[in-house]
């Protein structure tokens, strides 16, 4: 699978620190999947010392919830980082320009109106994920369109175009929670603030399935991402097809945002912050900075997901809150250093 | 071998930018292409570079027609070192120059890739430059981090035979006086290891000096062609660019004088 990366162009700090964060990730997860309102030594998990409740808890709760948090981390950092190459603009966050938007409104869509179509229909579970995934493609597509094919627009006008698309998503939304029924308004109201809680492995194992393939999809183009920053007449004339660049980046985004927007509502500012966070450590090429926010936007995501557990037990403080939290006054930041340059 | 363009006109908004033109640039040699803002020049390059496909007239790279050549294997053939945009990640030196390096296909070059880093870096006075972040240099700095990523484009080993060619818009342009002649230097050496160089300057001292051929293009029309001795004369070049133009030749060296 390496041989689809190209790894050459990763210097000795950059693979350091790819290291390092994935090290890291794999101590937040056992961290999180022994820590939470029920803790599990993970010796013991590992052992097989458990009861049969406990290995249920376990396999059938805290373990699809850690990964869900993993995924969706990894498919905002990723496909924040990649549209970022891709608009050749720092400011590019599948939150910010309305994808994220385009997906809740399609997956509430599905909420509301999906119990009286589909209730014998084989592929039900697979209708919420693919209605997300149509909703931001559908965005994607419309940005595509406004700004001529993601020309060079400066970035003014894709954040305004951004926020006037999160609006039309939101009028949606709120037509679809004023005709919703309560059971329906209660799952419609955990979009808007993002959670893990009451995954199952049903719903968890196709959402996995897309990211993992549009992540495949994803990376043997890093380096010809690259190359586009030189801009687009510059990057066909080193060969690349910057077409087919640019549809991929456009679906592969659409699906795994699609696919954990609807799983995991909205949360927001991962997709901004964590890939400049990688460029803050260490170089801006895209080999390093997309694969490094798929580690860095998990191991994030899963400690945010575990501070949303442990802060206020019993209850739960909804994940989208803290990121959003953490999130804004970095995008500030952002705001003022881009201005000055 | 060589880059023919045959009868290459060029319409646009039903204006007529290019009207019938037809010159060769051939391998191994440098030709130039001389003219006032608003000729047609850079059109014209873009058309021979394949980045403009909306021509009339036909251009033929090595007697194939450029438009049935794919992207990837363009790439191979030619580089093009045009005015370039800003760049909004940081990258560093190195890195810019780095992205000239072709992957697909070119398995039998990509051992070579550090040696030929260094070649170009060194070639190109940016070695001492390769850490920094490329938006922090001069514009002058930056051209030259570009022609050296041209020249990783179109790295061969020394025994090579490919044909390949490099286009150039206005390369001299913001680069210092020891840089113009460290670049023309290095374009001339280019065109003595096979190179076919095409490029578009505004400087007629350099242009006459380095220069195996000279076109003059005004309103879309070539006025003259040929070897810079044979075509030089005060009229000619008085009336390309509307001023007017004094011609020294001494021994084997040509001086422009504007008066």
Redesign the interface.
């Known amino acids: 699978m390496l041989s689809i990366i190209?790894l050459?162009?990763l210097n000795s700090a950059q693979s350091f620190i790819l290291f390092f964060l994935l090290i890291l990730l794999l101590l937040v997860l056992i961290v999180s999947f022994s820590l939470g309102s029920y803790s599990f030594p993970v010796l013991s998990i590992l052992m097989g010392n458990t009861s049969a409740i406990e290995a249920t808890i376990f396999t059938e709760i805290r373990v699809p919830r850690v990964i869900l948090a993993a995924i969706v981390g990894a498919s905002l950092s990723v496909s924040g980082a990649c549209l970022q190459?891709l608009f050749?603009?720092?400011l590019a966050d599948p939150g910010l320009i309305g994808v994220s938007a385009g997906a809740a409104l399609g997956a509430s869509t599905i909420i509301v109106f999906g119990s009286s179509l589909t209730s014998a229909f084989i592929f039900s579970t697979f209708l919420l994920p693919l209605s997300a995934c149509l909703g931001s493609g559908l965005v994607i597509l419309m940005l595509f369109l406004l700004t001529r094919g993601f020309g060079?627009q400066g970035v003014t006008y894709m954040l305004l175009v951004g926020i006037a698309v999160n609006a039309i998503a939101s009028v949606g939304i709120g037509i679809l929670t004023f005709i919703s029924s309560d059971s329906e308004l209660r799952s419609l109201t955990f979009w808007t603030m993002g959670s893990f809680g009451g995954i199952t492995w049903s719903l968890l194992i196709p959402a996995l399935i897309i990211i993992f393939i549009s992540f495949l999809f994803l990376l043997p183009i890093l380096?010809n991402l690259?190359?586009l920053?030189?801009?687009e007449?510059?990057a066909?004339?080193?060969?690349?097809?910057v077409k087919s660049l640019k549809y991929r980046i456009i679906f592969a985004s659409a699906a795994s945002v699609g696919a954990s927007v609807s799983l995991s509502g909205m949360i927001g500012f991962v997709g901004l912050v964590v890939p400049h966070l990688l460029?803050l450590l260490s170089?801006?090429?895209h080999t390093y900075v997309v694969i490094g926010s798929a580690l860095l936007g998990s191991s994030l995501m899963v400690f945010a997901d575990l501070l949303s557990r442990l802060l206020i037990q019993p209850a739960e403080l909804p994940v989208g809150l803290i990121t959003s939290a953490i999130g804004s006054p970095f995008f500030l930041w952002l705001i003022f250093r881009i201005n000055k340059i | 071998m060589s880059i023919y363009s045959k009868d290459i006109a060029l319409f646009y908004d039903e204006k007529e930018i290019l009207k019938d033109i037809s010159i060769e640039i051939r391998e191994g040699k440098i030709t130039t292409l001389l003219g006032p803002n608003g000729a047609g020049k850079s059109s014209f390059l873009n058309i021979i570079s394949g980045d403009l496909d909306f021509y009339n007239g036909e251009v033929l790279y090595n007697q194939r027609n450029l438009k049935e050549i794919n992207i990837q294997e363009k790439a191979f053939l030619r580089s093009v070192m045009a005015q370039s945009q800003p760049i909004v990640f940081d990258f560093s030196v190195k890195e810019i120059v780095e992205m000239g390096w072709l992957e697909k296909g070119n398995i039998k070059y990509s051992d070579n890739f550090k040696t030929a880093l260094n070649e170009v870096l060194i070639e190109c006075d940016i070695d001492y430059l390769k850490n920094r972040k490329f938006n922090t240099l001069s514009g002058g700095e930056q051209r030259r981090v570009h022609f050296a990523r041209s020249l990783l484009q179109l790295w061969r080993e020394s025994n090579s035979v490919d044909p390949c060619y490099l286009m150039l818009d206005e390369p001299t342009s913001n680069l210092d006086l020891f840089h113009q002649i460290k670049m023309m230097n290095a374009i001339k050496k280019l065109s003595t290891e096979g190179i076919g160089i095409f490029m578009i300057l505004h400087d007629l001292n350099l242009a006459f000096k380095y220069s195996d051929y000279i076109a003059i293009l005004k309103n879309g029309k070539i006025i003259s062609f040929g070897e810079p001795k044979s075509i030089i004369n005060d009229d000619v070049l008085s009336s390309a660019f509307g001023v007017k133009i004094q011609v020294n030749k001494k021994d084997d060296n040509i001086f422009i004088n504007y008066v």
């Open positions: 190209n050459k162009f190459g050749r603009n720092p060079h380096r690259d190359i920053q030189l801009g007449s510059e066909k004339r080193l060969g690349v097809n460029r170089g801006v090429n």
